[in-house]
């Protein structure tokens, strides 16, 4: 099953985004480029298992690859394709 939802609620960010070159490295260095460029959301049944994979609970961050990445709840919307 595949889900698609039609609105992107932050095409601003996104642009701003895809045209820093720090950000993209970034998004590349933790594995997470290919997501960021998943236009709107489709069924990413294994990034959210993932994300609670990688998810340091007693510290709030995440650690990917061995460095540590603190995200906010709108950059989890924002890596999902979510409309906040």
Not at 15 to 35: E, T, V
Not at 47 to 71: M, N, T
């Amino acid at each position: 099953m595949v889900l698609e939802w039609k609105e992107r609620g932050h095409e601003v960010e996104y642009f701003q985004a895809s045209q820093d070159p720090a950000c993209i490295n970034d998004l590349r260095d933790f594995g997470l480029l290919k997501f960021f460029r998943t236009t709107g959301l489709r069924a990413q049944m294994e990034l959210l298992p993932y994300q609670i994979s990688v998810w340091d609970v007693d510290r709030d961050i995440f650690i990917i690859k061995g460095k540590e990445l603190e995200l906010e709840e709108m950059d989890i919307y924002f890596i999902r394709g979510l409309s906040h």
